[in-house]
């Protein structure tokens, strides 16, 4: 029975390694998971400065005249929009330092990828 549960075993490693990369299915380790963690809270603190400058700024620049404020919703969709500005910047900022400490890893299909997305640029 053990031995067909192995085969069973086998089969599927060499299916999944046959298969392509899908990033979108991908389960990450433990240790990119860390990493992937690590990335998110150092985006997040870039963020809120970031959030806080660019809210400051919109507000200082409708009360200024420099924005036109919306008539029926005033400084929100401006300061939405701004936010979401800010959370882009943020996350994009952070981006090649986390593809660098991932691609550090060893026996990581995650590493791998990217380093095979950078060799095709």
């Known amino acids: 029975m053990s ?3 192995d ?16 990033l979108w299915t991908y389960e990450p380790n433990r240790r990119e998971q860390a990493i ?3 990335c998110s809270r150092v985006a997040f603190l870039r963020f809120l400065p970031l959030a806080a400058m660019m809210g400051f700024g919109t ?3 409708i009360q ?9 919703f005033g400084a929100l969709p401006k300061l939405i929009a701004m936010t979401a500005a800010s959370y882009v910047i ?3 900022s952070v981006a090649g330092e986390c593809a660098d400490a991932i691609k ?16 095709r640029r």
Request: a positive charge; proline letters at 6%.
């Open 3 to 5: 031995n067909s549960e």
């Open 7 to 22: 085969g069973e075993t086998n089969n599927n490693l060499t299916k999944k390694q046959n298969e392509p990369f899908n």
């Open 36 to 38: 992937l963690d690590e």
């Open 59 to 61: 507000v200082y620049g």
């Open 64 to 72: 200024n005249g420099y924005f036109r404020p919306n008539t029926r």
């Open 90 to 92: 943020s996350k994009l």
């Open 104 to 119: 550090s890893l060893r026996k990581s299909p995650l590493a791998e990828y990217i380093k095979e997305r950078e060799r």
